[in-house]
């Protein structure tokens, strides 16, 4: 019987599956004891809504998919009947669609917690880079999400930002033509799209899969960016986080629902009830609001090349963070004055995006480069210089010094904590 | 066991003899790069444009029902076509810039075909981000150069289709195309 898992659960029938394949015992010791901080505010939500987010959209699109046709003659009557004549079709196509700017709500508070906490830092850097990796897949799959309704604004969003491939010297019209199949945005491209959105979402839950292991691996971040010193300094995932994941999980669900049953046109163009017309560009095309702030970057700069590349430089700024931020100290509660600067650079995300949302014209044209420029300014130089003059505030000496006075006495559960000062 | 391992991987570390089994890796992974790009390449040129879309590539337009001063939009390749018809005073205006003062340098007899001066044909795209320019019909908005304006991003081109404002950074291109006659011409 060697190799066996000796099991201790009690039931039979699971301790029989759990000695050939341990899956009890795993999610036992990572979600049912695991030992997490226990000073998370609700910011540390976010991490498990978003989860909740991709599952939801995986089952409405699944469901979706079987009643929607992509085809360039059909693909915009068929969402028509999903809306009309399938039974609840109205409702799911409104979850699946504010259900992406809920998901990109929820990621970019996910991804500001990282910011403001410092969640990137010593051992956290591939933790973090795997999150990046998650927000371009998503940002690729609710892109080419978008194209399918097969309206003018996908029309011609598709057209522009396929276009922006063009901007690649030598090769850049190969490879839009590629990535078309065609001359210009068509059949074969709607098909294509359709086929890569069903596929990135299991995609997307892989790397997910990778970021939630990479996490356990190295314990969560928390409010006071210091590490965990021991058992004294943490709760076990459950009951404890899961009631607070579930409380914040009722919120995000009221929004939600806020928004499908009341407003479920807040985030759409009134342009994409019109069928695609490869003949009439819309007076105005504007993408999602989620990409809004790049899309601003992007028409910043006068040159079409330096426009594309600054833009997907913004996101590949990103990546190298942990090693542009020079500061040891992780949590902005002790770097007043790089919490300032934080603030700045939510200020300029926040005016990119709404410079994207306007014309190129006159005050916007001028605001969206100063903006620009900040945020390239904020993580290529202030980061690297500031992390070397600023003087932090004294860290704690550990989490539950800071959180119970007299330091916090052994588990509730009476796990073997010793007195902190023997740690 | 053991030791013939060890053997080989004495042998294999570099060094002045290179042993018959970095030769036996060197081709073996040279043949598994090979393979997977031979594989790789169909599935990848599967995504470039079938045939059936290449051999709708050319189309014949008649001439004749366009009003001089007004053009029309064909639909080749699954893009707008321009073909307009320009009045005297329209051909003179674009044969007159001077080459300095354009974005794209580019002498309006490079852009028609010799002796079909008042037929300007050009491929309807703004050279920005794709966008589709106003001006085919005289009621439209056509800039201050009287060509073709963008509504997206405000470029504007002049009678021979050449960008003269910004950000659109190049000439509405030429598409191929011949006169079959005086009033038809084949595009593609």
């Not at chain 2, 893009?79 to 340098?105: C, G, M, N």
Request: charged residues 15%; contains cysteine.
């Amino acid at each position: 019987m060697v190799g066996l898992h000796k099991s201790e659960f009690a039931n039979p029938v699971i301790n029989w599956i759990d000695t050939r394949l341990p899956i009890f015992t795993m999610m036992q010791k990572e979600y049912g004891v695991f030992p997490t901080p226990k000073n998370f505010n609700y910011f540390w939500n976010f991490g498990a809504l978003a989860m909740v987010n991709l599952v939801i959209m995986i089952v409405t699109g699944i469901v979706l998919a079987m009643n929607y046709k992509p085809d360039a003659a059909l693909a915009f009557d068929s969402v028509q009947r999903i809306m009309r004549d399938v039974n609840f079709g109205w409702m799911i196509r409104y979850v699946h669609a504010n259900g992406a700017s809920m998901f990109f709500i929820v990621t970019y508070i996910h991804l500001f917690r990282g910011l403001y906490y410092g969640s990137y830092k010593m051992p956290r850097e591939l933790l973090w880079m795997i999150g990046v990796v998650i927000l371009l897949l998503m940002m690729a799959t609710a892109f080419m999400g978008y194209v399918l309704p097969w309206g003018q604004m996908s029309y011609w969003g598709a057209t522009v930002i396929t276009n922006l491939f063009s901007a690649i010297p030598v090769v850049g019209n190969s490879i839009v033509t590629w990535l078309w199949g065609g001359f210009a945005v068509g059949d074969a491209t709607l098909n294509r799209f359709f086929s890569l959105h069903y596929l990135l979402p299991f995609v997307l839950v892989g790397v997910v899969f990778l970021h939630v292991a990479a996490l356990h691996i190295t314990g969560s971040n928390n409010p006071l960016g210091i590490e965990v010193k021991g058992p004294q300094d943490t709760l076990p995932f459950h009951p404890y986080y899961t009631v607070k994941d579930s409380v914040g999980i009722c919120v995000f669900l009221l929004v939600f629902a806020v928004l499908v049953f009341f407003v479920p046109n807040f985030f759409s163009s009134p342009d994409n009830f019109i069928p695609a017309n490869p003949l009439a560009t819309p007076a105005e095309i504007v993408p999602e609001w989620y990409f809004l702030p790049f899309y601003a970057i992007l028409r910043s700069v006068p040159n079409k090349l330096g426009g594309v590349m600054m833009m997907f430089g913004s996101i590949a700024v990103l990546f190298v963070l942990p090693w542009l931020d020079t500061s040891k100290v992780r949590s902005c509660k002790f770097r007043p004055v790089y919490r300032q600067f934080l603030f700045l650079l939510v200020i300029a995300v926040i005016t990119l995006g709404t410079v994207g949302a306007h014309r190129p014209e006159g005050i916007w044209v001028y605001l969206g480069r100063v903006a620009t420029l900040y945020y390239f300014l904020h993580f290529l130089v202030i980061l690297p210089v500031l992390g070397k003059l600023e003087r932090t505030l004294p860290l704690p000496e550990s989490i539950s010094r800071k959180v119970l006075p007299g330091g916090g006495g052994p588990l509730p559960g009476g796990a073997a904590a010793k007195p902190m000062e023997k740690m | 066991m053991a030791d013939t391992m060890t053997v080989n991987g004495a042998h294999g570390a570099g060094g002045p003899g290179a042993t018959k089994r970095d030769f036996l890796k060197l081709v073996a992974s040279a043949g598994a790069v090979i393979g997977v790009g031979a594989i790789a390449w169909p599935l990848i040129d599967s995504m470039n444009p079938s045939a059936d879309v290449l051999a709708l590539s050319s189309v014949e337009v008649d001439l004749t029902p366009i009003a001089e001063g007004s053009g029309i939009t064909v639909l080749w390749r699954g893009k707008p076509i321009f073909v307009r018809h320009r009045t005297a005073k329209e051909i003179k205006e674009a044969e007159d810039v001077k080459l300095s003062a354009l974005i794209e340098p580019q002498a309006d007899s490079a852009r028609v075909k010799a002796g079909h001066a008042q037929w300007i044909v050009v491929i309807g795209i703004c050279t920005h981000l794709g966008c589709i320019p106003l001006g085919n019909k005289p009621t439209d908005p056509r800039g201050d150069y009287g060509g073709w304006f963008c509504p997206c991003h405000g470029s504007q081109y002049d009678t021979s289709g050449r960008v003269r404002h910004g950000p659109a950074p190049l000439n509405l291109n030429l598409p191929d195309y011949a006169f079959e006659s005086n009033t038809k011409i084949k595009i593609g």
